[in-house]
């Protein structure tokens, strides 16, 4: 299996290369991206050097998707090229070019290609507030309420690949992750935050913020994702076009708690300003079911405290510091 990860040097999208690297059954990744993957994930990437390749590409090329497809004889794609909320509204037209026309090329290259199995990102954004669904958990089944252009891109995409599925016969997959967790996130500032509460502290650095901590949140690492895709992509279809990738709630209070397990002389300070009044009339939902991927897939996220182990030697490892043991 030959499988193309268009954004693979992005926070889910590096993972993502490298949990399909360490699969026996794929024989070749390709990372597409306008930057290539960062020092300290290539000293994971460079033991699997011999099927490892890195295409400096733009998603909103399609001629360049297709010269990678065509050079490596691709049979899986993977889109994770996006731009985030922040970037989105700083530069609304390229938002516009990586996340609309992008999503469209990633489909037409594939179905130009003969490539029938596509993964792709969308987002837990799509649900829009956690009041439109109340005090419960929110399905796939929901009706969607985006409320930013980046989730209006994100459902538009899930109808085009709708749209392909049903004119073309080829199978998508969608994922709609919650807040993105791991080291080096930066876009928007909800994840530098989860980021940084770990990264800090696992290099010797204080973290602190001017929130109390206590704002709820469902979380996905970037290994988590990586290891759905990759079960995703091994499969020749699946039994639902979309699938949340959740945790259940918590706050920064409570990775905080578990950093401090890890590094009892981590200084972490936070502030005093509380929660919004109501937080659930805007953002996003932080009740997420899990139960569509444990059911069709077995597939559940790993718990906080083996992520946020990952997370601290990730931070390690660009440091160039001993890693804590476990991982």
Known sequence: MKVLVIGGSGLFGRKTVLHLLRDDEVSCVVDMDVVPPKDWIMKSINEYAKKFHFVRGDVSELEEILNVMSTYSIDRVVNLAFLLPGAVEANPRLSVKINELGMCNAFEAARLMGVSRVVYASSEGVYGPQNFYGDREVTEDDPMHPQSLYAAAKQLSEMLAALYADKYGMDFTAIRPPIGFG?????????????????????????????????????????????????????????????????????????????????????????????????????????????????????????????????????????????????
């Open 183 to 327: 080291h080096g996130g930066q876009i928007p500032d909800i994840i530098k935050l989860f980021s940084e509460v770990v990264s800090l502290p696992a290099v010797g650095k204080p973290f602190s913020t001017d929130s109390d901590g206590t704002d709820l949140h469902s979380l996905a690492s970037a290994d988590d994702v990586a290891a759905f895709i990759r079960l995703l992509v091994k499969a020749p279809s699946s039994p639902h076009p979309a699938y949340n990738i959740a945790s259940p709630p918590c706050n920064l209070r409570d990775v905080a708690d578990v950093v401090r397990r890890y590094l009892p002389d981590a200084v972490i300070n936070f502030g005093d300003r509380p929660p919004p009044a109501d937080p659930g009339k805007t953002g996003i939902p932080w009740k997420l079911s899990f139960a569509r991927a444990r059911d069709d897939f077995g597939f559940v996220c790993m718990p906080l405290e083996e992520a946020v182990l990952i997370h601290i030697n990730d931070a390690k490892t660009e440091a160039g510091l001993p890693l804590l043991p476990g991982k």
